[in-house]
């Protein structure tokens, strides 16, 4: 009896590690098939939006596993967000960022765990990054200055609609935006509206009351381009408005007369090329360290 006893238990004690070791391959499963995690910095925003189905259709075709988080704009809940996908075992951490300067230390942290990360549309400031996807914003920048300059006149005068402090999209085209207008135009206000269409409009709102005789708005993106164009509306003015992203309701916009112009990214191209970088990551292959997505001006 005794014996059998004996037995039996030793019979428990190796089917229990034979569960352990099952379970111990689910752990690390996401590492060995793949998994990539993608953390974007709002999907309020329509831009954004067709970067995450790029990410997905792009995913789906290549039989990869993605995990998209959403920070809502908000710095501390995308460090959050990054820090539950890197203890999760992704392979490769894909990132918008909301702020280049705060994204650093996740970056670090990813940098710590050796997981390789790519960032896309928005830089981050420190830590190893092994591509940036993005298009050249400041080349974007001196296309705006540079319509606005040949459409309403050299000198004219210009007021300006700037992204989220912080983020490299904003340093960027403003700086190219600068580098003509500061020769060509004359920029008579300029204010952050973060990217949002509805601060767009506040903002817009007041600068064309404290300076009623601008004569055009570049807007750092798309949802504020579309803010100032219902605040010339508002205001009975008719303003030479130009955007940046090339989103579909830009894209309306430009057709109905409303909007002058945005200078066109290609969001879903974007999400298209992060998950192509990342396969070949995971495959160990060489990528390029910064990766070009071409811009053009859209207007009627």
Do not use: W, Y
Request: with cysteine; proline share 3%.
């Amino acid at each position: 009896m005794k014996k059998l006893l004996l037995l039996l238990a030793m019979a428990i004690m190796v089917i229990g590690l034979v569960a352990g070791c099952g379970k111990s391959a689910d752990n690390g499963g996401d590492k060995k098939s793949g998994t990539i995690g993608f953390s974007v910095s709002t999907l309020n925003n329509p831009f954004f939006v067709t970067m995450k189905e790029g990410v997905e259709a792009q995913a789906k075709a290549l039989g990869l596993k993605v995990k998209i988080v959403d920070a809502q704009n908000d710095p501390a809940k995308q460090a959050n967000d990054i820090s539950d996908l890197l203890e999760s075992g992704v392979s490769v951490l894909i990132i918008n960022p909301v702020d280049s300067a705060a994204i650093s230390t996740s970056v670090e942290a990813a940098n710590a765990k050796n997981i390789p990360v790519i960032t896309v549309d928005r830089s981050a400031d420190k830590g190893k990054v092994v591509a940036h996807i993005a298009s050249d914003n400041v080349k974007g920048g001196e296309m705006a200055a540079q319509l606005i300059a040949e459409k309403v006149g050299k000198a004219a005068k210009v007021a300006e609609l700037e992204g989220i402090p912080g983020a490299s999209a904003t340093r960027e085209r403003g700086q190219g935006f600068h580098n003509i207008a500061d020769k060509d135009l004359t920029v008579v206000a300029k204010q952050s509206a973060d990217f949002d269409r509805t601060k767009g409009l506040n903002v817009a709102t007041n600068m064309l009351q404290a300076n009623p005789d601008v004569q055009a708005i570049f807007a750092h993106n798309d949802e504020m381009a579309l803010g100032a164009i219902q605040a010339a509306k508002s205001a009975g003015k008719t303003i030479f408005i130009v955007g940046f992203d090339g989103t579909a309701d830009a894209d309306k916009a430009v057709q109905d007369g409303t909007l002058a112009a945005t200078i066109a990214q290609q969001p879903d191209q974007m999400g298209k090329i992060a998950i192509d970088t990342a396969q070949k990551v995971i495959k160990g292959e060489a990528v390029e360290a910064k990766i070009p997505v071409d811009l053009k001006v859209v207007k009627k």
